[in-house]
């Protein structure tokens, strides 16, 4: 099985690549393809990578190849890290449109490529933000089922150890997930929170007890009041802006701690990576997972009565042909009522970057 990185020199395609080939993910028979552009820096700078990562691990290596031009990508998996970042300066709003322009052209770019190159067959794992517009415009250019954000998985992985970190408890015991928008806009659901070991009152007992009378109505809301306490208590002390998020309640640091990450101007890009190697394993490993990840819905869910027909992070099942079904089991009313507005919100979002035309051609041509 093959696997092709875009935007492979930046800080989370580099990560990327690293931790396949440490972690072994691929075998050296197996191709992992490094994708720079001609005209920037990565095009020179991806030749580097790929003698780096060989001089580091040649024993058990894949083959490396290299790739400049969107046409030559050609991969099982393709994970689109291309993109610009959003800001990182203490204060300073994330200008999503702005990303949004930028990146909807990158995402764009190597849709169209992979439509008229690709196998059908690859998988897209998109990690570039904003993550529900990079499926949007994948999934209206590719099989929607083979495409997924894996930003709704790190939130996943993030709200799993936050909770066993305030019950004490190593992550592995905790089972949930985060679903939602990556950002501001994700969706903590308490209610599918399991820990291996404890009786559902058990449970029951020690959710209660850290997440305290608060609802996700509140949410929003606070993350605006934690931001913005994070931005005083940072301009003239970050290692006290980090200790104020260890006060907080876990669904509030699992928002909290990666904004104050990137804030700092470490960004977030070995969890990033992490997660996606995660998803990237799931795909070649031939079984089926359950993960949470951005896909593009096509009435799988239905919130407050109405169907979504959108982009949206869920529960789903993962696999060798992308994922097959989502597993979003009966809410509770205040995270229906938050992920029914949330659906709504990226809607909105990404509809002014979605080309009607592509959608004529592509129903054209099924
Ligand atoms: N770094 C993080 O912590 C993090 C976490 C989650 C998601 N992301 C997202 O992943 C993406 C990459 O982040 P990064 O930190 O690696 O950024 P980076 O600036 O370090 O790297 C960006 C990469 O994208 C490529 N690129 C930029 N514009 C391009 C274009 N027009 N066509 C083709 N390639 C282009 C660059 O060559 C470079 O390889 C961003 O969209 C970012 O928002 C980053």
Sequence with gaps: MDVAVLGATGDVGRQVCTQLVERRVLPPTSRLQLVGRPQGPSGRAVHGLAADLTDAY???????DVA?????????????????TGGTEPGV????????????????TYADALAENGSGHEVVVVVGNPVELGVAIMAQRLPRRRVIGMGAWLDTLRFRREVAVSIGVRRHRVTGFAVGQHGDDLVPLWSTVRVSGLSADERAGVVAQVRGERTLDD???????AKGALAERASSDMGAAFRLVDSWPPDVRLAARPWMTQQSGAKTAVATASA???????????????????????????LEGAPVHGVLGVPVVLGPEGWTQVLLPELAPDEERR???????????????LDERVDAQVDGRR
């Design 58 to 64: 040649d024993e058990h290596a894949p083959m490396l």
């Design 68 to 84: 400049l031009d969107p046409s030559e990508v050609v991969a099982d998996v393709v994970v689109v890290a291309a993109g610009r």
């Design 93 to 108: 709003p994330t200008d999503r449109a702005q990303l949004a322009a930028h990146n909807a052209q990158v995402f764009a």
């Design 219 to 225: 949410y929003g809301a606070e993350l605006q009041a």
């Design 276 to 302: 996606t190697i995660d998803l990237i394993e799931t795909v070649l490993d031939g079984r089926d997972i359950v993960v949470a990840g951005q896909v593009a819905l096509d009435g799988e869910v239905t």
């Design 339 to 353: 992920l029914a507005a949330v659906a709504g919100r990226i809607a909105a979002g990404v509809r002014p970057w």
